[in-house]
């Protein structure tokens, strides 16, 4: 008599599909957000950003270095070369962001250069934004082989010097594994939907409770397992929508590879959606109104973003910090995103990744059934 | 349910305490099958807080009373109780983003109706509702809401009907079509308890208890609370009554003293210390001073100055 009932629990369901639907404002935020957020990183991650700005710090002032400054702002990367003379100097553009790049061209370059013994041109970019300085280092190592193949033509012959006549050496500073759009495209995808399903459903029924219709539902039979399943269904569907448009604007707007299967895809994603709202709901039965279940989503947010690898490498982070990223879902889902678009990996290669999922989850809705008030008290 | 309970509700001794704050203290209260009880007391003396113990949304404080609600135990059986209890809360605290009809239809599957789109339809057509089924309870005004919310705790045809003063901010006739609705229900059998601040509707109840600061004051008909009192009153009329009552108020004897229109109702519990006392400020023959019966509002304002007093010295 006092089990889970279907019909209930369905009950409740239609009802938070139609407060979704009359909840516009909500119901946008849910579609607009990923769409905005893609179009902000998405874009910014994969356009060729050109007219870059570069300081060079010369120590020669032969005319092969000149033509060499000469072809990088015709390459159309570089704007406004600024010649420096103190290391300091360029040191200072470099670290307060006015420049992007510091090239040092060394003393003896044109000697080395006539002689054909591959100076060196140490180029330091500032790679905190790698994806800003990818294509530019690109256009630099072309220069290296080809600017200067003119100019020596007439000094040495017509033989041109293979290899390249300069020996290019870039210091990506700031940022060592230089992260990819390939890698951000599958994170946005972790990181939107842990941020709009934690949300969405940390307000679900805190709402009820400022709105005062939770002392209705409580004094109703329904059961707190009910309550807290049914409300989470719904935005399963919300996550499946977000996820269904990031994908197809990873495949066919930045063309990130999909090596793997999609139904293991799928399959990852509902789990780590599951995750999320389980905490979601479980923050909202611990939180006594809607501005509490929004500061714990924040903080849970947060450490997320910024401990998962997706905005820092997970290597590059000391052990406490990894320890603490290891217990986060999007740490784990964007290991198996990657993993699976990139790399093609199977289900047995992902495990690993997988069952830490299930365990938050697990011990979260514990924790939700525990903290959710059967009464007012 | 129990074989031959005659209580809906027989708790006893219940306690709750928010924090440091004793808000209901002692609690007891029976009320028969079939009574309207009426549950009345100023704001903050806890009436909400006891309701909702009686219907298992609150906890009393452990170790304090047990009772009864439909033969159920209200600590421990409040699964029970809920499926048989209509519970119309203090404030409209239906879904107002849902239709009228959506309200009902989703109250009737918590309570997993079967035949629930008839029992959806005939509560529309009795609140004569059925061509606004599909606006928004939000969009209702006050009056409506409070019909809406009687026929949602109505649908499930529970045995016992808590309102949570129902009529608060709903005009003269919604009230009075609203007390006769409940006197038709209670006469085809059904329990109701009903918290309210009116006198009128104290004076509709079969019966009633007073309460104040947590504690039960009075309980029993309109007559034997009034009587259970003892309390003496007298009513004056003359010219500038309004210097009189400040007069009256600093002698001994005389408890309160209330304006009623163009009469002063004076009450005291001592019959003599009153007399004299009237006798010192009314020697001028323009005064009349007639003893007459007390009235319920007379008890309950004497009652809520007590309780007052209390209060304070604790
Ligand atoms: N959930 C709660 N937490 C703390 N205090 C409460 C809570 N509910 C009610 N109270 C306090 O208990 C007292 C009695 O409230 P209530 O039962 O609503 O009175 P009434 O319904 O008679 O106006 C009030 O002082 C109120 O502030
Ligand atoms: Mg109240």
């Given amino acids: ?377 | 349910m129990n074989a031959g309970t005659e209580f809906a509700i027989d708790v006893r001794g219940l306690n709750k305490h928010f924090g440091p704050k004793h808000v209901v203290r002692d609690f007891s209260l029976q009320v028969r099958a079939g009574e309207i009880y009426g549950f009345l007391g100023p704001n903050g003396s806890g009436k909400t807080t006891s309701i909702r113990m009686i219907c298992g949304l609150l906890t009393p404080d452990p170790g304090s009373g047990s009772g009864t609600c439909l033969g159920y135990d209200v600590l421990r059986e409040t699964a029970a109780i809920k499926r048989e209890v209509g519970y119309m809360t203090q404030r409209f605290s239906l879904w107002e983003d849902l239709t009228i009809r959506e309200n009902l239809n989703f109250v009737a599957r918590m309570y997993g109706m079967k035949h629930r789109r008839e029992a959806v339809d005939g509560a529309l057509e009795r609140l004569g509702l059925q061509s606004r089924a599909n606006q928004l309870s939000g969009a209702l005004s006050g009056g409506w809401k409070q019909r809406l919310s009687l026929a949602a705790c109505l649908l499930h045809q529970p045995r016992l009907l808590l309102l949570d003063e129902p009529t608060a901010g709903v005009d003269p006739k919604a009230r009075r079509d609203f007390w006769e609705e409940i006197h038709a229900l209670a006469a085809d059998g059904l329990s109701v308890l009903v918290s309210t601040h009116y006198m009128d509707e104290a004076e509709r109840c079969h019966r009633l208890a007073y309460i104040a600061y947590g504690k039960l004051l009075a309980t029993g008909t309109a007559a034997e609370v009034v009587s259970s009192q003892k309390l003496h009153t007298y009513a004056i009329t003359g010219p500038n009554l309004a210097p009189l009552s400040t007069a009256l108020r600093a002698l001994p004897g005389v408890g309160q003293v209330t304006p009623f229109g163009n009469t002063l109702h004076v009450t005291g519990q001592d019959d003599s210390l009153l007399r004299a006392a009237l006798a010192a400020c009314t020697s001028d023959a323009a005064y009349r001073v007639e003893p007459i019966e007390s009235t319920l509002e007379d008890v309950f304002i004497s009652l809520m100055a007590g309780a007052t007093d209390n209060f304070v010295e604790q």
Wanted: charge should be neutral; charged fraction near 15%; aromatic fraction near 10%.
């Fill in chain 1, 1 to 377: 008599m006092n089990g889970f009932s279907l019909s209930r629990w369905f009950g409740i369901i239609g009802k938070e599909f139609i407060q979704l639907k009359r909840d516009r404002l909500t119901f946008g935020m849910i579609i607009g957000v990923p769409v905005m957020q893609l179009l902000l990183f998405g874009f910014a991650i994969n356009a060729d950003p050109k007219n870059l700005p570069a300081a060079v710090l010369s120590a020669d002032n032969s005319p092969y270095a000149r033509t060499f400054i000469r072809a990088m702002e015709n390459s159309g990367y570089f704007r406004g070369v600024v010649q420096v003379a103190r290391e300091d100097e360029a040191e200072e553009l470099i670290a307060h962001g006015a420049v992007q790049f510091v090239v040092n061209i060394p003393e003896n370059f044109s000697r080395l250069l006539v002689r054909g013994e591959q100076p060196q041109i140490l180029v330091e970019a500032d790679a905190t934004d790698p994806s800003a300085t990818n294509n530019a280092i690109g256009a630099l190592q072309v220069l290296a082989a080809t600017a200067l193949a003119r100019d020596l033509a007439g000094t040495l012959g017509a033989a041109p010097p293979s290899p390249a006549p300069i020996d290019l050496r870039v210091h990506r500073r700031y940022n060592p594994e230089g992260i990819s759009a390939y890698n951000i495209v599958p994170g946005l995808l972790g990181t939107i939907l842990t941020m709009t399903m934690i949300l969405m459903t940390g307000l679900a029924v805190t709402r009820e409770r400022e709105r005062g219709t939770f002392e209705n539902l409580l004094a109703t039979p329904a059961l707190p397992i009910e309550v807290l399943t049914g409300k989470i269904v719904p935005y399963i569907m919300i996550g499946l929508i977000q996820v269904g448009l990031i994908f197809l604007a990873s495949q066919f707007v930045f063309n990130v590879p999909m090596k793997g299967n999609p139904a293991v895809l799928f399959f990852v994603v509902l789990i780590f959606i599951a995750a999320n709202l389980t905490l979601g709901i479980t923050f909202s039965s611990i939180a006594r109104n809607q501005l509490q279940a929004m500061q714990m989503t924040f903080f849970f947010f947060l450490p997320s973003i910024l401990l998962s690898g997706f905005m820092f490498p997970y290597r590059g982070m000391p052990e406490w910090a990894q320890w603490l990223a290891s217990i986060l879902p999007l740490t784990h889902f964007l290991v198996l995103v990657r993993g699976i678009m990139l790399k093609g990996n199977e289900l047995p290669e992902l495990w690993p990744q997988i069952w830490p999922i299930l365990a938050f989850m697990l011990v979260v809705i514990l924790l939700g059934l525990r903290f959710y008030k059967r009464t007012l008290d």
